[in-house]
Every structure is written in structure tokens, then in C-alpha cells.
């Protein structure tokens, strides 16, 4: 699979232009605030009807403008697809694909994988466990429509205890019938979503580990933990056991939305102990297993989105990362960087034809 042509109209800072796209390594390169990035940031909506970087749709509208429009024409196994994703102000979102338009986002998703590092990922290392749940999340979900609906449902019926537990503290009143409905409901989906995080790291995990070894030249080790209630306890045990606590909190203090990953090097928070580069390698480690498992899963090979990667990197972290991508398992690269020397250099050391967009 690979994007043929981009074509963009009043999406984010660019008014209208159209790209056409080398099949291998197509970069960016120019100084902060062109647009780069941008232009990565709508292939990626081309594969998920959103931004990477913004969740407000309305804000990805050039300003003054009152709509955007992003195209991209595809080669999937010989076959010629057009996707074209547009938002006018005032209106829902349109995702079409070949001219019919979905009724639901989330069936699209999966159908063109695709793997983004940016600098943005250091919020996987820097913020809350959500942001851990969502990277876990969205790696199954790209391949696996039934997590996806089961982890929709989870948090619906989720929303629906925690609007009961409120009603019950504002009308001093319980319902134990009603309430265990929802308990019954959230331990069904919640062991499923939690079995499927735990297969899912029990492949991962080792990917991770083989990817960052390769970039540190083996000069470092890393772990990756999974941290569940459910390690330990069953859903509905543990729904029943902090009743009394969620009824003061008016929400849902226990469940899967609460798991979250461990990042360590060596025995330490990697967070607190891990230099600027060694926390960038680890994370450029978790994308590219990322990467391979959605492939393994897939029938076409991801694209790979690799945002300002180069930078804070010493050389021979570089080097390897050059080598990994270099690989015959990666199909079309999109890079972006702010040194055009740099890139070139850094492509010169690959095999594979390029092709240089300056901005």
C-alpha cells in the first residue's frame, strides 16, 4: 500500500496544494512553522478521520476559512482507492472512501494502517496513564473491530454508572437492583478488554525490547510492565468491594480504565531516570514495534510517519534507526526535519530512492 497523491484545501496553515508521492521515502524539510508537520498530520487523517495533534476538528481549519478538505489517492494490492475526509463549519465530519461516505468512523479504521513517531509521543512518557491506555488501545484497535466495540461499550455503560452514582449522592437515595445491571455489564467487557491488553503486551513487549536494543546498541536495558487491577482481583469483585468509595466519589474508581504501562530503564522510571535521548529511543523503539505488529495482523504494510525524529539523537542512535527503517519490511516513509543537509546525509546512508519536498 502506498499514498499516490495528497491534495489539500484550508487545512491548517495551508490554503491549497497537492503533493505526488515517491512508493518509498518522500521528506520534508524546511524551517518551524512551514507546515511540515501538518502535512503528516493529514496523511494520518486520511487513516483516521482525525487529528493526531489537535482532538478539536474545527481548529484544523485554516483561519478565516469556513471548511478543509483532505484527499489522498491510494495503491492498496493493485487497487486504485480514494479517500477524501472534509469538515465545514457548523456541520459533522465526512469520511468517504471511493465516493460512499461511512456512517461510522470506527469502520474505517484499520482498512489503511499507519504508525506516526513525533516529538508529541512524550506525552506517553510524561502524562497520565490515559494517554498509555490510548496508545495501547489504538495499536489493537487497528486491527481488532471487536475491541474496538467492546472498549465503545465499556465506556458507555462506564458513563452510565458514574451518571447513577451522581444521581444517587444528589437524591441521598441506592438502588442496588439497577446499579448491579451495570456491574454485571462493565465486568463482562472489562475482562475482555483486559485478557486482550494482556495478550496483545505479552507479543508487544518483546518487539519493544529487540527494537530498543538495536537503536541503544545494546548498551541499555528497558522493560515495559503492564499494570491492571484485574492482575490481581476479578472485575466484579472489585465493583462490589469499593462501593462505598465510589458512592462518596460519585464515579468509578476501579476497572480496566484505570490500567496503565510502566516505562523503565534499568530498574527505574524512565520518566526520572532516562536522559532526553534515551527517553526519545524508547519511545521511537515502542513505535516501531508498533509497527511490525500491526503488519503482522494486516494484509498491507503500514505507512510510517516519522516527525522531527533526528533531532536530540547522538549519531549512532541515528545510524541504527536509519538502518531499522532501511529494512525491507518498511514500506512508504514520510519525514519530516528542519536540516535538509541532515536528511540528505541520513538518506544517503540508505539504499532506498527518496524524495526531497522542500517547504
Not at 479517500?83 to 461511512?102: F, M
Not at 485478557?195 to 537503536?215: E, G
Not at 465510589?246 to 526520572?272: A, C, N, R, W
Not at 536509519?322 to 514500506?331: H, T
Request: with cysteine.
Amino acid at each position: 500500500m502506498y499514498l499516490q497523491k495528497l491534495s489539500l484545501v484550508n487545512f491548517k496553515n495551508i490554503s491549497a496544494q497537492t503533493f505526488d508521492f515517491h512508493q518509498k521515502i518522500n521528506c520534508f524539510v524546511g524551517n518551524n512553522g512551514v507546515g511540515k508537520t501538518n502535512i503528516l498530520d493529514a496523511i494520518y487523517y486520511l487513516s483516521f478521520a482525525k487529528s493526531y495533534f489537535n482532538p478539536i476538528a474545527t481548529q484544523n481549519i485554516k483561519h478565516d476559512e469556513a471548511f478543509f478538505v483532505v484527499e489522498g489517492d491510494y495503491l492498496v494490492n493493485e487497487r486504485s482507492e480514494k479517500i477524501i475526509c472534509t469538515l465545514k463549519k457548523g456541520h459533522k465530519k465526512v469520511l468517504k472512501r471511493n465516493g460512499k461516505a461511512y456512517d461510522k468512523f470506527s469502520e474505517h479504521i484499520g482498512q489503511f494502517p499507519l504508525v506516526i513517531i513525533s516529538p508529541a509521543d512524550r506525552d506517553l512518557v510524561t502524562e497520565g496513564s490515559d494517554v498509555r491506555r490510548k496508545f495501547v488501545d489504538g495499536v489493537i484497535s487497528q486491527q481488532n473491530k471487536t475491541y474496538l466495540q467492546n472498549l465503545l461499550s465499556y465506556n458507555k455503560v462506564l458513563s452510565q454508572r458514574n451518571a447513577l452514582l451522581k444521581y444517587f449522592a444528589i437524591n441521598r437515595t441506592f438502588d442496588a437492583l439497577n446499579l448491579q445491571v451495570y456491574n454485571e455489564q462493565l465486568s463482562v467487557l472489562g475482562t475482555k478488554i483486559y485478557q486482550k491488553r494482556k495478550d496483545f503486551l505479552a507479543l508487544f513487549i518483546p518487539i519493544f525490547n529487540q527494537k530498543y536494543q538495536i537503536i541503544s546498541d545494546d548498551k541499555e536495558q528497558v522493560n515495559l510492565l503492564y499494570n491492571s487491577q484485574l492482575n490481581d482481583f476479578e472485575m466484579i469483585d472489585l465493583l462490589k468491594e469499593n462501593l462505598n468509595k465510589d458512592k462518596m466519589l460519585q464515579y468509578t474508581s476501579v476497572g480496566i480504565h484505570k490500567d496503565d504501562l510502566s516505562f523503565e530503564i534499568g530498574d527505574y522510571p524512565i520518566k526520572k531516570f532516562g536522559s532526553q535521548g534515551q527517553q526519545k529511543s524508547y519511545l521511537i523503539a515502542l513505535k516501531l514495534a508498533q509497527f511490525e505488529f500491526i503488519k503482522k495482523q494486516s494484509t498491507v504494510t503500514p505507512i510510517l510517519l516519522l516527525d522531527d525524529i533526528f533531532d536530540k539523537l547522538d549519531e549512532n542512535r541515528v545510524s541504527q534507526i536509519v538502518e531499522l527503517v532501511n529494512d525491507d519490511e518498511f514500506g512508504q516513509i514520510f519525514i519530516t526535519d528542519t536540516h535538509k543537509e541532515r536528511t540528505e546525509n541520513i538518506l544517503k546512508q540508505s539504499d532506498k530512492p527518496y524524495q526531497i519536498f522542500k517547504l
